[in-house]
């Protein structure tokens, strides 16, 4: 539990921090969707432990639609989190990622 005295920020809080952690675990899934997929030419090149960087929009213009729908959500999900701590004005540094 996220230590707070006031029992409704704690809550939003703790959805903030499941939401968070909700998306890396998508992040992850649709890496590894891509990765079987349309990446999988490229993921078969790689040297284990070698890191690739990549941003959402170049996720987004994949042509597995089943990865356009898992970045629309991460999208929303990125969203939810900022309304999330602009309604209720929670900085970044009251938040653990």
């Given at each position: 539990m996220i230590p707070?005295?006031?029992?409704?920020r704690?809550?939003?809080?703790?959805?903030?921090h499941s939401?968070?952690?909700?998306e890396a675990e998508v992040i992850s899934k649709t890496l590894s969707i891509l990765m079987a997929g349309?990446?999988?030419e490229m993921h078969e090149t790689f040297?284990?432990?070698k890191k690739f960087g990549f941003?959402?929009?170049q996720l987004g213009t994949s042509t597995d639609q089943n990865v356009v729908s898992m970045v629309k959500l991460i999208k929303n999900l990125?969203?939810?989190?900022?309304?999330?701590?602009?309604q209720n004005n929670i900085p970044?540094?009251?938040?653990e990622f």
């Open positions: 707070n005295h006031n029992p409704y704690a809550s939003i809080l703790e959805t903030i939401l968070s952690t909700m349309e990446w999988k040297e284990e432990g941003t959402l929009t990125r969203k939810t989190i900022n309304k999330l701590q602009t970044d540094e009251e938040v």
